[in-house]
């Protein structure tokens, strides 16, 4: 069974910073695109960062950059999501996801994963 496991969140003030992971077991970790992205309440589901099977192509929803770095290390088997200059519009269940990298390019399409986490909450306070 391939598992995604996310960590990392909290409370944190606006202004500050948080470094989600997400841990992957059961699977061909280097052979995964990952992705992250969230859902805040009573919105659908967003698109928040991508990143390919080697960490050498990302690709970010316009909110995110500048602000978030997706990375990778694959000898974890982990995937990072550093969120700075963090704002209350940030609020959300933040979810990390897995999709077999064919191509090399990341994916914004939420249908294109194949794995998701069970989320981990980032609350921003004002």
């Known amino acids: 069974q391939v598992q995604l496991v996310e960590s990392g969140g909290g409370l944190v003030q606006t202004g500050g910073s948080l470094r989600l992971s997400c841990a992957v077991s059961?699977?061909?970790?280097?052979?995964?695109?990952m992705g992250w992205f969230r859902q805040a309440p009573g919105k659908e589901r967003e698109f928040v960062a991508a990143i390919n099977w080697n960490g050498a192509n990302t690709l970010y929803t316009d909110s995110a950059k500048g602000r978030f770095t997706i990375s990778r290390d694959n000898a974890k088997n982990t995937v990072y999501l550093q969120m700075n200059s963090l704002k209350p519009e940030d609020t959300a269940a933040y979810y990390c996801?897995?999709?077999?990298?064919?191509?090399?390019?990341?994916?914004?399409?939420?249908?294109?994963?194949?794995?998701w986490g069970q989320g981990t909450q980032v609350t921003v306070s004002s």
């Open positions: 996801a897995a999709r077999r990298d064919s191509w090399g390019i990341p994916i914004v399409r939420d249908n294109a994963y194949h794995y």
């Open positions: 059961g699977g061909p970790f280097n052979s995964y695109g």
